[in-house]
Structure formats: C-alpha cells, structure tokens
C-alpha cells in the first residue's frame, strides 16, 4: 500500500460536507425531445460525514440514497449545491482538478459482477490505481498488490486469475481492495452486502470494521437493510423521495425514530424472533415518482398522522423536540 | 398459521426422498439429495438456505419445471393430494400447475409477459383451467385483482406490467397463482426483489389470503427475518439436503445444528451491539461438484470430528424437530436472541 498521506482533518472533524445538494435528470417528451419535466432524485441534501465515522443512509428503491452517492464521487454531475471534501467544494472543479482528490474519495459498488472488468486479472485490477496515478513503478506495485490482497483475506495466486473464478463475496473483497488500494479517506459504499448470502454478508462487514479501526476511514454506508446499517453506522440519515427526512446517532433512530416514516420503515423489517408482529405498521401505497412528487411534505399520501398543513407546506429539517442534539426530523408535528 | 388450527392434519404436498440431479460438463450433479417435508391446508412452511443449497431446485422438481434436459428427478416421490407428480403424465402435469398449486416467483417482471396486458395474462389462467368464455374469464380477473388489494381493477387490467411499480407487479402475480384457487402455493422469494415496507404489504396479503382460503405455503426464501415472522414450519437446507428441520420456534430459539446456530448468530440485529465483530461462519458453500465425503458442513463447521466423514442422518431432537448432525447432543447452549 502507498504510504499514507495524513489528513488535514482530525477525527471527529467534518470531512465531506453536503450543502443542499441537488440532482434533478431532465426528462424528455415529445417529437422535439424537449425537456418537459424533471426527476428530483435528490432534493436539497445537507450532510456531514465526520472524520473516521460511519454514517448510514437507508431508503427505499428510488428515494436517491444511489445518485447521491455518485453524486460525491462525481459520476454525477450535481444540478447544484455544494459536496465539500476537506475544505474543497468538488461541485464546480473539472475532471483534471478532480483528479488528485479523487484518490482520497473511493466507491464500493454493489455488484461485484458488474463492477469488476472481467477481462482484467485481479492483479491487473488492483494494478490500475496506482498507473491512473502515477505511484510506484513495476516492482512496488506487486508489492502493494499483495499487500492488498492479505488485507482484504484473498489468497496470493488471486493475482493472475479472473473475476469469474470467484464467489460473490471474494469478489467484493476484490472491490473493496481496489477502493482501499490508494489509502483513501472516504469510501462511498453503495449496498456492499446486499448481493451476498447470509454466510458470507457477516464475513464482509467484519472487514469493513477491521479496515475503518485500522485505517481511519470514514464511511457513508447506503444500504436498504437496516439491520445492517446500524451495526456498521455511528449516525444514520433516512432519505425519502431524495431529501432526508430523519438524520440521528444509529441506536437512538431505532429506539425513538420521530418520523412517521421512519417508524414504519423499522417496523416493517422482518425480525429473526419467530412470532408474528402484530404492532406492524403497514403503510399504504407505493413511493411516489420523484418527477412528479406530491404537494407539501413528501411522505402526506402514505402518512397516517397527515393533515391539511402537511398537504401544503413543506417541513424543514428541524431539531427534534425533546431529543439529544444531533437528533433531527423532517416533521410539522412532534409525534 | 399457527394460530388457526389446520383444518385436516393430512398433509396437502408431501415430499419424500426427493433427488434431482443435473447432467453437467462436471458430471452428474446432485442438486437435491434426499429432501423430505409436507405441509398441510393453512400452513406455511419455509425452506431456508443461501444460493446453490437447492432451495429453488425444490421447488422447480415440485412443479415438473426443471432446465431440460439437464435435470431430472433422480428417485423419490412428490405426492400431492395423494398423487404422486414425478410419474404423472405432462398433459395431467398441465393442470396441476396453475390449477391445484399455484406459483409465485421472486422476480415480478420476469414472471410476467411486457408484451401482454395483466387482463390477458391474468384471464389466460381461466381460460386455461376453469372455463371457455373469454369475458367470464376477464370478470374473474377483475374480481381476483380486486381480492390482492389493487386500485381500480378494471383499468388495471388494460395495462402492461411496466405500467406498474414492483409491488403492484407481485400482487398480479398472486392474483395469477390463486386464480384456480390452489391448494398449495409455492412461493420462490417473493418478498427478495421488493422494498421492506412493500414486503411488510405482500406478506400481509399472502397470509390474509391464506386464512381465507386455507392455502398451504412453501415458501422459499434466504431471509431468516421472513420465515421468523411467516412461517409454521422450517426446512434448513445445505449444499442440496436437509440440515435441520422443525417447528419455527424450535429452530429459532434451540437451533441445534452447527449451521442453523452459525446462520441466526452471523445475521446482525437490532440489538447486536453497534461496530461489535460478528459471529462467522468461515469459508463458504461448497461446490456441488466438489463435496465432502460425509457431512457436507464438516470443512466449516468449528465442530468437526473424524466420525463427520460419515454421512449424518436426521436424528430427533424434539417432537418434528430432526437435526443432521452427529455431535448436536454435544454442542454447547448458546443464545441467538
């Protein structure tokens, strides 16, 4: 591994900075392929990701969680607002300035089939980091391939073989390694387990502890289970129709969630405790389309508590009544 | 369910011995070796296990719809309603399907067709077991969108499946598996491809229809989570044969082999403590190709003896509750909730 360059950020410092952020798509309709309408798939987010943290973002299919994780690392173009990485907004700089920091910014995908090149060795993979780069000549970046390939768990002789030769959980070790290959500061990881079987999901997120102890990472964790991520995450927002409507440190989300939404979302997930739930929340409905989202607050047409006010106006992200501080709801009411 | 006894204890579906293999470059493989369960009228049972443990290869032998021709049912016996399906002739095999059990596939857009409208698909079922008249057959489609809880069912029925979101989508399908009123639904993940909340709604209305109906449920599926909530009995499979297998309060509170106990302690929960190291269980599945001799958990299992090189048969632990282990006598009580 390259030899680390320290960061200007201690710990508990703000390392990324979302400031109202936003991802609208044009969508196109007509003979003229005008822009008629836009997708809002992510909505005016404000996040900080603190040094050497975990913070988790869940939602459903199509809330954002996705886009604004490419967003970051800029495989996104975001419409507007601000993504701060150690004092520098990477919105506005062009791929060339991008360059340099993008070292210290890395993704996880979710697919570890489609992610990695199947035509490239493992070696040849995890070799490209250091070439795009510039680190090292032929003989170190062996070295550090190695190195690399002992970290994450894999065998030696994984260098001069392909993606297809391994399972689904090595070859996300395989991700994991080349985002971890440059000794970056912040790992975007876009549901890294959810592919995996049950076996193997626990064996991968004990690497990513190891790696975040060991190296100091800061994580933004997105993930749909969310079991999942609050075992990983020191804070979790939740995200609805592409703005957060609930942001709290991970146990106190699950033992007080002020949402609406976020009350269903934990009661619907399915315990390993047989008996069936009664106190289950069913929520009515499907997610709304983000090109055409409703009136007022987001969640209304799905929400049990919504009144006219809710219909109208838009809650803001607000301090949650009563709560600790970093505690924050999206809400008119004090449920 | 649990809760509302079975109407009759004679069990509907009853596998017994099942082996399927697959003709392979590797040679013949045994994706199903010597799978044994029934279920009766009103209960669910759920079969459990992570990709390539011959979950679904179950269910495809069950229904007589596996890849041709590489596989086949090797020996034993699938009886429903005490026929016994792997000698029943194809034509026969036509009206069962659809007609007595009913099928529920993970993926909803793949189990439906994007160039037919849900009225055509889901009339089609009709026309094919019930009756001749197409628009009686395309009334009972609107009745049987309206039972699995879809809005406006007439204009549904003019729509494609893109038209619908993924939850909407599963619920036709349902609609499709029960149109015959089946006695047995086979239910291959479900619940896998949609969103939790959109989960929490179908599972409702799967057990809402089982109760009125009195179906007997397979359900297939890899969520401990689900089977916890859903389900009366369990199958634990591995590498293509039962490991344990029980009532579900049985298997989640006194899990007794080796995997069962490493599968409920590796799964994070609500309450594990945030960041702590979780329980493993080391290396992964093995190949069907390249099994161990004997006990196919042993190059896993933190128990392992000389006496696992010999094959373990389900022994008895409680009343319906067997266990394929040699040493679950000897395991150390743990706690997994």
């Not at chain 1, 062996?142 to 994984?158: E, I, K, T, Y």
Request: with cysteine; charged share 20%.
């Amino acid at each position: 591994m390259d030899t680390p360059s320290s960061s200007p950020v201690s710990p508990g410092e703000p390392i990324l900075e979302l400031r109202d952020l936003c991802m609208h798509f044009p969508v196109h309709e007509g003979v003229f392929n005008r822009t008629a309408k836009y997708c809002k798939a992510v909505d005016g987010v404000t996040l900080t990701l603190n040094a050497g943290e975990t913070l988790g973002l869940v939602g459903e299919s199509g809330c954002g969680k996705s886009t604004l994780g490419k967003c970051i690392v800029r495989l996104n173009q975001p419409t507007s607002g601000e993504i701060i990485f150690e004092g520098t907004d990477l919105a506005p700089l062009k791929r060339k300035q991008l360059k340099p920091l993008r070292r210290h910014l890395q993704m996880v995908f979710q697919d570890p089939v489609e992610s990695l090149n199947a035509r490239h060795t493992i070696g040849e993979t995890l070799t490209e980091p250091f070439i795009i780069h510039g680190i090292g000549d032929t003989e170190s970046r062996r070295a550090s391939v190695a190195a690399l390939l002992d970290r994450v768990g894999l065998p030696a002789n994984a260098v001069d073989r392909y993606p297809f030769e391994f399972s689904g959980g090595q070859r996300q070790r395989i991700g994991l390694a080349r985002a971890i290959a440059l000794n970056p500061r912040v790992l975007i990881c876009d549901e890294p387990v959810s592919a995996l079987d049950v076996s193997i999901q626990s064996q991968v997120l004990n690497l990513f502890l190891e790696l975040q102890r060991e190296m100091g990472l800061s994580y933004l964790f997105i993930a749909h289970n969310l079991a999942v991520v609050k075992h990983v995450s020191d804070r979790i927002a939740i995200m609805y129709l592409g703005r957060v409507v609930e942001l709290a440190p991970a146990d106190e989300i699950y033992q007080t969630p002020r949402h609406p939404y976020t009350r269903a979302l934990i009661s619907a997930i399915p315990q390993p405790k047989p008996g069936r739930k009664s106190q289950r929340i069913i929520m009515e409905g499907d997610v709304p389309s983000p090109i055409d989202p409703p009136s007022g607050c987001p969640f209304h047409p799905r929400c049990p508590h919504a009144t006219d006010k809710c219909r109208t106006e838009v809650p803001s992200l607000r301090k949650a009544p009563h709560a600790a501080t970093g505690h924050t709801v999206s809400c008119h009411y004090d449920l | 369910m649990s809760d509302s006894p079975s109407p009759s204890s004679v069990p509907v579906l009853e596998v017994d011995k099942l082996v399927t293999t697959f003709d392979t470059d590797e040679g013949t493989l045994t994706a199903v070796d010597g799978v044994s369960f029934s279920v009766s009228a009103g209960r669910t049972l759920g079969i459990v296990g992570e990709s390539g443990c011959g979950k679904s290869v179950t269910a495809l032998s069950i229904m007589r719809l596996l890849p041709q021709p590489m596989g086949r049912i090797a020996s034993g016996q699938i009886r429903l309603e005490g026929r016994d399906l792997v000698t029943l002739p194809i034509e026969e095999m036509h009206k069962i399907r659809g007609g007595r059990i009913g099928m529920i596939f993970q993926e909803p857009m793949t189990a439906l067709n994007p160039v037919h409208t849900i009225g055509r698909q889901l009339s089609e079922v009709f026309l094919l077991h019930i009756t001749q008249d197409v628009k009686e057959a395309w009334a009972k489609g609107i009745v049987m969108l309206e039972k699995v809880g879809i809005p406006a069912p007439v204009e549904r029925m003019h729509e494609y499946p893109h038209q619908l979101s993924g939850g909407m989508r599963q619920r036709v399908v349902i609609a499709m598996a029960l149109a015959c009123e089946p006695s047995v639904v086979i239910a291959d993940e479900p619940t896998t491809a949609l969103d939790v909340t959109i989960q929490a709604q179908i599972l409702e209305l799967m057990q809402q229809l089982q109760r009125d109906l009195g179906l007997a449920i397979v359900l297939i599926t890899h969520d401990l989570g689900v089977v916890a909530e859903t389900c009366d009995d369990v199958v634990v499979m591995y590498a293509g044969r039962v490991a344990e297998t029980g009532p579900v309060e049985q298997i989640f509170n006194h899990p007794s082999h080796p995997y069962t106990r490493g599968l409920l302690e590796s799964i994070p929960r609500l309450t594990t403590p945030r960041k702590a190291e979780l329980p493993v269980i080391k290396g992964m599945v093995p190949s069907l190709a390249d099994l161990p001799d004997g006990c196919r958990f042993q190059n896993r299992c933190p128990h392992r003896t000389d006496k696992c090189a010999e094959m373990p048969l389900l022994e008895q632990v409680a009343d319906d509750h067997a266990c394929a282990c040699h040493h679950w006598r000897e395991l150390p009580a743990i706690n997994v909730s």
